[in-house]
């Protein structure tokens, strides 16, 4: 069974910082991976897919990163805004399925 | 740019009866899904529907749960007879295609209140 998991599960860093937020899951069989951004209370903003076969993808100030092998993601953000700040979620689409498995998010404050 | 809708934004019900949670897709999408998000908890996934039926569900639909695609623009989710763990975020999402290659783009959500 896939599971994906999130480190850390909150962080918190002055504006302009640049930083980095993880993502692993368990199977390498997905179909691809995507981070959404969270606002308390709202929907989910898709950020940036990455197809199994792709290594990053970039959009503006967003760098995400996929090691299939290894099972891992990174979401690199660069100078921090305070509007940056919102629950960052990782989720894959597994193979042989249409269902996307979710980590528990990031809980990322960005410090005016 | 066109974005997936739900109606209503929060519905408060009384434990035991009969909700319907309303979506519509991306016009040109042929691809749903429902997922909901317990208080505190992971995203998950409920159930995947294609060409008028279900493509894929998960242990959490069960027979309380049904979708339905009344016309051509809506896309349902009906909880027959409610419970308080039912209480929850529940967001609707639609691809254009099989979602391998494209992003399943997410609706604002419902916030379900079981009392």
């Known amino acids: ?112 | 740019e066109p974005e997936v809708t739900q109606t209503p934004s929060h519905q408060v019900t009384q434990m035991g009866q009969e909700v319907i949670l309303r979506c519509v897709p991306i016009s040109n999408h042929l691809y749903f899904y429902w997922y909901r998000q317990i208080l505190g908890q992971k995203v998950e996934f409920l159930v995947s529907f294609y060409n008028n039926e279900i493509s894929e569900k998960s242990e959490i639909f069960d027979d309380q749960f049904s979708v339905e695609r009344p016309d051509g623009s809506n896309f349902t989710l009906k909880i027959r007879s409610t419970k308080l763990e039912d209480s929850a975020m529940y967001f609707c999402a639609s691809s254009p295609r099989t979602g391998y290659k494209d992003t399943q783009y997410f609706g604002p959500g419902t916030r379900l209140t079981v009392l």
Do not use: H, M
């Not at chain 1, 597994?94 to 990322?108: D, E």
């Open chain 1, 1 to 112: 069974k896939q599971e994906v998991t999130q480190i850390p599960a909150a962080l918190s860093v002055p504006e302009g910082e640049n930083l980095v937020l993880n993502c692993s899951f368990t199977d390498s069989a997905i179909y691809n991976l995507q981070w959404f951004r969270q606002d308390p209370g709202k929907g989910l903003t898709s950020l940036l897919l990455i197809q199994s076969s792709q290594r990053e993808q970039t959009s503006g100030r967003l760098n995400a990163s996929l090691d299939k092998s290894s099972g891992r993601s990174t979401l690199y953000i660069a100078a921090s805004q305070p509007g940056d700040s919102a629950t960052y979620l990782c989720a894959v689409l597994i193979q042989g399925a249409q269902k996307l498995v979710f980590g528990q998010g990031t809980r990322l404050t960005i410090n005016p």
